[in-house]
């Protein structure tokens, strides 16, 4: 029976922001597939608490050795303060969101992501009335597909691996991390978009192409 529902952020409730194409060009990675790209970024950007941009900013170009490259500078400013006019979620999300409360299911938010402006996301969206338990990888300090950060959700909502389900758009990061720690889990696969840089070759429990799909695959726990 699952008891709780774990989802992931970007790109499963709302759309990334950051453009990883235009980003990875921007670094000069020409030997790391985009994957490896973002899991490069997130392990650089994504662990710990920033105070300034300035301190993002420098632990990037220093994971990627470009401390002289002005145009990527201003491609991480653009990022970070002139986005937030493009943050909202999918059209069913709220609608899901609300209706699986509603139904008496724990609701957990884990994701990787970058401390600035996390807060004012969470107000701009009102995550509060969705979510019993939020678990950014800045505070638990792991990164998905890191059993910690699972585990970390899992103890915060009081439940064991085979009572929750994990809901994201990365096979690398949510199927196979899920997976790994004896959770139940679905992938969503808008568009069919999700497995363009994702060449994880792990097998998703479900798949879905939108998130109204989630209560048929509760239907099979029933």
Request: neutral net charge; hydrophobic residues 45%.
């Amino acid at each position: 029976m699952i008891k709780a529902i774990v989802f992931d952020f970007w790109n499963t409730l709302a759309l990334t922001t950051i453009d990883f194409v235009h980003l990875s060009a921007l670094a000069k990675n020409e030997k790391l597939t985009l994957g490896d790209f973002i899991e490069k970024y997130e392990l650089a950007t994504h662990l710990k608490k920033y105070k300034n941009f300035e301190e993002l900013r420098d632990d990037f170009l220093k994971a990627f050795k470009q401390y002289d490259n002005e145009l990527l500078e201003k491609e991480l400013y653009e990022v970070y303060f002139n986005r937030f006019d493009k943050i909202y979620f999918f059209p069913e999300v709220e609608k899901v969101l609300t209706k699986l409360k509603a139904q008496g299911y724990k609701l957990a938010l884990l994701t990787n992501t970058e401390s600035l402006h996390a807060e004012e996301i969470r107000k701009m969206l009102h995550l509060d009335d969705y979510f019993d338990v939020f678990a950014y990888s800045f505070d638990v300090r792991a990164v998905k597909p890191d059993p910690k950060a699972f585990e970390f959700a899992l103890k915060k909502l009081k439940v064991k691996p085979s009572e929750a389900m994990m809901v994201g758009d990365s096979l690398r990061s949510d199927m196979a991390g899920s997976k790994a720690v004896g959770m139940h889990n679905c992938w969503i696969n808008r568009k069919g978009k999700a497995k363009a840089f994702d060449l994880a070759k792990v097998k998703p429990e479900f798949e879905m192409d939108t998130l109204e799909d989630i209560f048929k695959v509760l239907g099979h726990f029933k």
